[in-house]
T-cell receptor, first 114, second 112 residues
């Protein structure tokens, strides 16, 4: 019973390139969160999705960032035209439908923009 | 505007003693609280949770206490072990949905 799988674990991009981060939730989980952890900071909520629907994107920067969770396949967090300030660890978590259930996290993708 | 705060960035404790990690929140709509543990280069792992209808939940060496009137929760680890050394995050969710709001984390160091 695989946990939340994120890939790649490490991603290096030059300024101006695009970064695509993938997240496969735990089997049976229909909801996915994305969080970002900047160096020396806590986890900041970015977006909350269910399949084919964005539930809450209040934590997403207004430009360059987008997320999707298609009917088939992993959830994708896409960052266009990356800048140095995008360098961070990006964590995906999944949970079952319903309230008061814990979210299970993947191991994260560490994005470095050079 | 931080709705969940962990005011101690770090805590050092001797092996075998009690570790107490604190968390304060401001949003009175929060009704479910969780603690996560995070090792370097790994994702957070769920530790223990508590619903607002309770004031205490215990799981082995870990106990979470909730004081709703003070909007405060704490995680007690006893006895502390060197393997407990990690960053601990508290998180909260409101009845509007499952979105978790995290605190900034407390780095716990347990000395042998």
């Amino acid at each position: 019973n695989a946990g939340v799988m994120q890939n790649p674990r490490h991603l290096v991009r030059r300024r101006g390139q695009e970064a695509r981060l993938r997240c496969s939730p735990m089997k049976g989980h229909s909801h996915v969160y994305w969080y970002r952890q900047l160096p020396e900071e806590g986890l900041k909520f970015m977006v909350y999705l269910q399949k084919e629907n964005i539930i809450d994107e209040s934590g997403m920067p207004k430009e360059r960032f987008s997320a999707e969770f298609p009917k088939e396949g992993p959830s994708i967090l896409r960052i266009q035209q990356v800048v140095r300030g995008d360098s961070a660890a990006y964590f995906c978590a999944s949970c079952l439908l319903g309230r008061n259930t814990e979210a299970f996290f993947g191991q994260g993708t560490r994005l470095t923009v050079v | 505007d931080q709705q969940v705060k962990q005011n101690s960035p770090s805590l050092s404790v001797q092996e075998g003693r009690i570790s107490i990690l604190n968390c304060d929140y401001t949003n009175s709509m929060f009704d479910y609280f969780l603690w996560y543990k995070k090792y370097p280069a790994e994702g957070p792992t769920f530790l223990i949770s508590i619903s607002s209808i309770k004031d205490k939940n215990e799981d082995g060496r870990f106990t979470v206490f909730l004081n709703k009137s003070a909007k405060h929760l704490s995680l007690h680890i006893v006895p502390s072990q060197p393997g407990d050394s990690a960053v601990y995050f508290c998180a909260a969710s409101a009845n509007a949905g499952n979105m978790l709001t995290f605190g900034g984390g407390t780095r716990l160091m347990v000395k042998p």
